[in-house]
């Protein structure tokens, strides 16, 4: 299963993000938690790209895709900002979280939320594959 979506490089798009990603996770039995925990891969994600990726004030697309091979989920999210890899990215450890303004978080909950990271650089675009192994179909449509 595939599911492919574009959204312009604004932070107004999350909530039209969250409504299609969700309706797509549910569409594909997943449980509620681990849909939770893709949203936010995916809402992070698209956030630090639109705050951090463009040095312009142009609209550019950024591309999300998502895939389930049995019980491997993999979503997929590509830009044309300026070259990030987030791999790369080790920011130091927060005593606490609560009290810190630092950014990084996202990442932390990214890397805590998947099972792994693949960055890329082609075609003047940034792409990020993340993968998460799913523990627990839903046989039926409850949640």
Partial sequence: ??????????????????????GVIKEWRISESEMRQIIVIIEELFSNIVRFAFNDN????????LRKDDRIFTMSIADDGIPFNPLDYNPAPISDPAASDAGGMGLTLIRAFSDSLKYR????RNHLEITKSIKSNLNTSNT
């Fill in 1 to 22: 299963m595939k599911r492919i979506f574009q959204y312009k490089s604004d932070i107004q798009e999350v909530p039209l993000i969250r409504k299609e990603l969700t």
């Fill in 58 to 65: 142009q609209e550019h697309l950024i591309e999300i895709e």
């Fill in 121 to 124: 650089r082609l075609l003047n």
